[in-house]
């Protein structure tokens, strides 16, 4: 008999994506992505952080203050960081995030060939930035869902 309450692909691929989110060192927003092409194969990984080569230690994690004391001119969204892993060509692809992307991130996921977006958290709704998203993607073909009722628990070792 078939074991029963084995994860979805969608289970499953959102719960690498929020695997990957574990890397980030951003104390305020972890974010994991993970794409996977049509055969259900993990064809990229990303989560927030700096560029290679560029200390952890050495850049700001502040959310407030002065633009250049702040993370958000040297953070690499997990979005573009999964598509710059990628291991072969996006089209038609799809990719799993635990926050809905950002107006850039959607320019880049359009750009890739990327087809459909799951999400599990979108708690920037409604900001300009998120209605510049949604309107990019609608106008580009590609979907986008939330993933509901969806829970991983992760057990580490502290």
């Known amino acids: 008999m078939k074991r029963q309450g084995y994860l979805s692909w969608d289970e ?38 700096l560029p290679i080569g560029c200390s952890d230690d050495e850049f700001p994690w502040d959310r407030e203050g002065d633009y250049l004391q702040t993370k958000y001119p040297y953070v ?13 060509p ?21 750009q890739s060939g990327i087809r459909e977006v799951i999400y599990l958290s979108d708690k920037y709704a409604g900001s300009e930035s998120d209605q ?11 979907s986008s869902r939330k993933l509901e009722r969806y829970s991983l628990r992760v057990i580490r070792d502290e």
């Open 12 to 49: 499953y691929f959102m719960g690498v994506a929020y695997l990957s989110s574990l890397r980030s060192k951003d104390d305020s927003s972890q974010v994991g992505a993970c794409i996977v092409n049509q055969k259900n194969r993990i064809v990229g990984i990303g989560y927030n952080g």
């Open 76 to 88: 690499v969204h997990a979005e573009p960081n999964a598509i710059l892993n990628a291991t072969v």
């Open 90 to 110: 996006l089209e038609g692809s799809r990719i799993y995030v635990t926050l809905f992307p950002c107006n850039e991130c959607a320019k880049l996921i359009i």
């Open 132 to 142: 510049a998203a949604k309107r990019l993607f609608t106008a580009a073909g590609v």
